[in-house]
């Protein structure tokens, strides 16, 4: 939720039905609520509402792997896309800004992603598990509730950042700039409500567009900006021009139930909240506990040193978007098997999490041995002391692709009190190790407060599943093979003596031979990669 930038159980009550209940439990850019209807009382399961049988449900049928897999393939590409917009206009953006500026703009960027998933409270992404899991009752006055409590929220945080910033003594571009972004924050609110059903009907393709096109307007305005040596204040604006158009596009292909206007039902809007309030809690924490080490070191620390961690934490930011996007495409059939079918959940879950510590890892790799490049490219030879910086959160990413797999998974079945616990240790850590390590090593320190949280909550994610089904642990053998293939692809590239975009194109390729010889590369890799027919998941 990162925009963790910016990014998902009536599951239970069937389980039990099924025999496979467990003992009672963030996901990121992740967020979601139930439908409006009563809680059942424990032990009671509501009964969910079935599609009508002369309609096949893709959710039921083997169809679901497969576009789960072209779902993540196309958000992936269009991830990949983007990210090459956003890092150029960066190296764009950075020179232009400056050291100072460059803080200033992450430090609102941040203030302001913090509002904007906080705005969501869960709610998103558990509508989506809803339409999924076949909770439905008036879905389109759901959505205008959901949008309407979206908004309340995040006018009242965006106001609560303002005073932030002045009572902290941030420049007036800063304050005012708050405002600015915080506009263009409220119109990504609302076409992020206006998706849902978009993506509860495995449309991905139009879900991927959309988000392609707004990361790379934005991109492009960036650059014109520079190139037209705009000062500050303009740069908060970029998201406005951009996502209006997109949210009137999304309206009109998400058909009738996308097509929202706001409603404040407070009757409606306490039962909603009420029966998600410990996956919300959740949600904010952990938005909270991954941007605050950048507002930390505004405070605790000079300005250079805000610049140097804000360079790295933009960097790190463009790869925790990765996770998200390709886990999202799962959590509809993640959230069907976790209902009706205990051993299929079990191996998708298990295939899911094996998936995203191989990549994971593999990306932590790379931008860690290519930081001096990465760096270099991007902010320029004056901003060298953020190497480091980055070579230190690279290793969060471990964490990060580990905790978007897990946090589905706990959320399909229902375990959100163990989300909320998990996400308050985090920022326990964070925000405690920051205190300590910010004012000894400055951004160095607030890295490995960050680092230091983001696997301590991958840590108890892992944990509150195995004490919730044992089945659904990774294996510590699995665990061991990755690490010794980290191990061995970074010993082997850094012993080379040759430039830093080397040193990580070889260690991934000595990473992947070294779990290809392990045999620790799931079939449904390989399968993709030789175009062999898909196991079911």
């Known amino acids: 939720m990162h925009a963790k930038g910016g990014n998902p159980a009536a599951v239970e009550g069937n389980a039990r039905r099924l025999g496979a209940r467990t003992a009672a439990r963030s996901g990121g850019s992740i967020s979601y609520a139930r439908m409006v209807s009563a809680p059942p009382a424990d032990g009671d399961p509501a009964t969910p509402s079935r599609p009508d049988p002369a309609e096949p449900d893709i959710l039921d049928s083997t169809a679901a792997g497969r576009a789960v897999i072209r779902g993540g393939v196309l ?21 232009h800004l400056g050291l100072i500026d460059t803080g200033h703009f992450t430090t609102v960027t941040a203030l302001v992603t913090i509002v904007a998933t906080v705005s969501d409270l869960g709610l998103t992404g558990f509508a989506v598990r809803e339409y999924a899991a076949g909770h439905s009752t008036d879905r389109q006055q759901f959505l205008r509730n959901l949008l309407g409590i979206r908004l309340a929220i995040a006018s009242t945080g965006l106001a609560a950042a303002v005073l932030f910033g002045l009572l902290v003594g941030y420049p007036a571009v800063m304050v005012l700039g708050t405002v600015v972004a915080g506009a263009g924050m409220m119109a990504f609110v609302a076409q992020d409500a206006c998706a849902i059903p978009l993506q509860a009907g495995l449309r991905f393709g139009w879900v991927a567009t959309f988000q392609l096109v707004i990361q790379v307007g934005v991109a492009i305005e960036a650059v014109l900006l520079a190139v037209a ?18 949210l009137i596009a999304t309206m009109v292909v998400g058909g009738r139930d996308a097509r929202l206007r706001p409603a404040f039902a407070l009757h409606e809007w306490r039962q909603m909240v009420g029966r998600i309030l410990p996956y919300s809690a959740a949600v904010v924490l952990a938005v909270v506990y991954f941007q605050i080490a950048q507002v930390m070191v505004s405070v605790l620390s000079s300005s250079a040193q805000t610049g140097y961690f804000g360079v790295a934490f933009r960097m790190l930011l463009a790869f925790t978007t990765l996770p998200p996007l390709l886990v999202s495409t799962a959590l509809p059939v993640l959230a069907r098997a976790a209902r009706d079918d205990a051993e299929r959940f079990e191996y998708a879950s298990r295939r899911l999490v094996e998936t995203m510590l191989i990549v994971g890892a593999g990306v932590a790799l790379a931008l860690s041995l290519g930081a001096s490049f990465a760096v270099r490219l991007i902010a320029g030879a004056g901003f060298g002391h953020a190497i480091a910086v980055l070579q230190i959160l690279a290793f969060a990413l471990l964490g990060t692709f580990v905790i978007s ?77 990755v690490a010794v293939a980290m191990a061995i692809a970074a010993g082997a590239a850094t012993a080379v003596d040759v430039s830093s975009l080397a040193d990580a194109a070889l260690g991934v390729v000595i990473y992947i031979a070294a779990l290809a010889a392990f045999g620790s590369i799931p079939a449904e890799i390989r399968a993709a990669i030789f175009r062999h027919h898909d196991p079911a998941p």
């Open 75 to 95: 958000r992936a590409g269009g991830y990949g896309l983007s990210m090459l917009a956003t890092v150029g206009s960066g190296a764009v953006v950075i020179r």
């Open 229 to 246: 040596g705009a000062g500050l204040l303009p740069f908060f604006a970029l998201q406005v021009p951009v996502v209006i158009p997109v």
């Open 405 to 481: 797999a897990r946090g589905y998974a706990l959320l399909s079945l229902d375990r959100l009190r163990a989300m909320m616990i998990s996400n308050a240790v985090a920022l326990g850590v964070v925000v405690v190790g920051g205190v300590v390590l910010i004012n000894a090593y400055a951004a160095n320190g607030a890295a490995i407060a960050m680092l230091a949280a983001e696997l301590t909550l991958a840590l108890c994610y892992e944990l509150s599943l195995r004490r919730a089904r044992g089945d659904l642990g990774m294996g510590l053998g699995f665990i061991l093979r």
